[in-house]
Nanobody, 115 residues
Framework: QVQLVESGGGLVQAGGSLRLSCAASGRILSISVMGWYRQALGKQRESVAR???????HYADSVKGRFTISRDNAKNTVYLQMNSLQPEDTAVYYC?????????WGQGTQVTVSS
């Protein structure tokens, strides 16, 4: 069993910052990709950012230059530093890890940005 525990969500004013964390535990051999997704009310879940085991990153165009993803392989933890937050960033944020051939999801953490 693999568990993902997310933290760091909350309410912030536009222009503010938040840092999300997601720690994986359990029977983990090797994590290839760690990522963050989000789902706003009434919308489909979308990829926000992901990072490979060697540190290669990919960002959604909407967050480039504002969000930074990082990971601590020793702690099986992935982070998402979110700066210059805007109301359109409001969503439930989910972390995801891939340990081929399996994929695991966190329970989600709410991020609300007020204008």
């Amino acid at each position: 069993q693999v568990q993902l525990v997310e933290s760091g969500g909350g309410l912030v004013q536009a222009g503010g910052s938040l840092r999300l964390s997601c720690a994986a535990s359990g029977r983990i051999l090797s994590i290839s990709v760690m990522g963050w997704y989000r789902q706003a009310l009434g919308k489909q879940r979308e990829s926000v950012a992901r990072i490979t085991s060697v540190g290669s990153t990919h960002y959604a165009d909407s967050v480039k230059g504002r969000f930074t993803i990082s990971r601590d392989n020793a702690k099986n933890t992935v982070y998402l530093q979110m700066n210059s937050l805007q109301p359109e960033d409001t969503a439930v944020y989910y972390c995801n890890i891939v340990t081929t051939p399996y994929s695991y999801w966190g329970q989600g953490t709410q991020v609300t940005v007020s204008s």
